[in-house]
């Protein structure tokens, strides 16, 4: 299991990055892909999440309206398209993945990425 995340970076405020996250093994089959993101000094939190057809999507209240998620099963791959990014933005982002068939929430993983660092400077 593997999952590959890229496309961190260091943006202006106001600018835009887009992630990206490849899925290997078993990590390919997860219902929902998530992504969460920790700060320095902070717990690691819920960022967005999307099911396995695309059709259900879902975000904290902190990036709703800037941050969009999608997926691309073909290509096994998750994205989050961040625009309008703030300071507060600032974090290192991680991509998750479920076990295949576990049934759990879209708050729950169990594969994750080795991270991407998003910088946003004020």
């Known amino acids: 299991v593997q999952l590959q995340a890229s496309g961190g970076g260091l943006v202006q405020a106001g600018g835009s990055l887009r992630l990206s996250c490849a899925a290997s093994?078993?990590?390919?089959?997860?219902?929902?892909m998530g992504w969460f993101r920790q700060a320095p000094g902070k717990e690691r939190e819920f960022v967005a999440a999307i099911s396995w057809s695309g059709g259900s999507a879902y975000y904290a209240d902190s990036v709703k309206a800037r941050f969009t998620i999608s997926r691309d099963n073909a290509k096994n791959t998750v994205y989050l398209q961040m625009n309008s990014l703030k300071p507060e933005d600032t974090a290192v982002y991680y991509c998750?993945?479920?076990?295949?068939?576990?049934?759990?929430?879209?708050?729950?993983?169990?594969?994750w990425g080795q991270g991407t660092q998003v910088t946003v400077s004020s």
């Open positions: 998750a993945a479920q076990s295949p068939g576990s049934g759990a929430g879209r708050y729950d993983y169990d594969y």
């Open positions: 093994g078993r990590a390919r089959n997860s219902y929902y």
